[in-house]
Each structure stands twice: as C-alpha cells, then as structure tokens.
C-alpha cells in the first residue's frame, strides 16, 4: 500500500523523464510517435500539465484535457551569444608597403601582428600580393608557391586579412635575418 502511494506521488517524474526523453530523441532527428514529433515546419513540442500533480504528458489532441494547462516549448533552445563574429576580418590590413623595405630585427617569414597605418620595418602586409622572386629570394626559399605564383619568376604571400582582428595588420618580414635552422 505504501509503496503504491510512492508510485502515484512520482508518477509524474517519469512522464517528465519521457517527454525530456522525446525532446532529445526530436532534437537529435530520431523519430518517434507523430503526436509528439514536431513537423517539419515547427520545432515546438506541445504538451499538458496536470494542475494537482504537475505530471507532463504530450498534447495528442488540438487542446489538453480539463485540469491541465497547455504547454509549449522550443526544441532548439535560446540563440546563444554572438561569438567572435564580426569582429576578424573587417578593416584589416591597412597598412601599406614601403618600396624602400629597411632591415629589421625580424626572422624572414615571420608573420607579425601590428596596429597603425605603416607596418613595421623589413615587413610586407600579409595581403597575398605577387612578388618576384629574384627580389626576395630568401623568403622564396622559406616559401616556395605555396600561397600561388609561378614557382619560376614570382611567388605569393598568405592573405591573412580574414585572420587579423578589427584595425590591425598580419605583415610578413621580408628583409631581416635568416631563421636559425632547427
């Protein structure tokens, strides 16, 4: 008799169980009773709670019996915050390249993050522009065709523009010291 009364107190723990069940079923694509499963049009799951006991159950029909109330509920949850979107690759890059490129303290290839309109010393914006090789011959060793170019007379740099944080320039070094080998 006891264990009975048990039962009915928590009935309604395992009609939450199953519509929590059905909600994770639908939201992963399985399949389950066309009552329950939202169409295609909706992700909505409508349901019914009893007003005494608070038990769950599914709304089978257009409305929920008398001494329930209706229930509705979104199977794909609140939008989550925005991210990091917007806020790479947008006025990126501004800087522009020097034709007098000066020596630097900087490793051939190495790419560089830096603010401001001129990049720093011995660097190229890394904008994937075409450069000769018989210019730059010691980045073209580090580089190759890799980014594009011929392989013969001009290589190209990486366009990092997409990668770099609002206001701020990737530039490569093109004139600076050799890097150790490893």
Known sequence: ??????????????TIAEIVGAVVLLGSGATAAAAVQPS???TTIHGCENAKTGALSARLKSSCPAGT????WNTTGP????????????KTNAAQGDD????ASCYVGQILLSAGRTPPPG???????TLAINEFLALFALLG???GGNGTTNFKLPDLRKSAPDGLT???CVQGAYPPSS
């Open 1 to 14: 008799m006891r264990f009975t009364r048990q039962i009915r107190k928590y009935r309604h723990f395992r």
């Open 123 to 129: 660097t190229l914006p890394a904008s994937g522009q």
């Open 100 to 103: 007098a490129v000066s020596n």
């Open 145 to 147: 065709n890799e980014y």
């Open 69 to 72: 109330k209706a229930l509705s």
């Open 170 to 172: 990737y530039s490569i």
């Open 40 to 42: 295609a049009a909706s």
């Open 79 to 90: 939008q989550g915050p925005a991210g990091t979107t917007g806020i790479f690759g947008a």
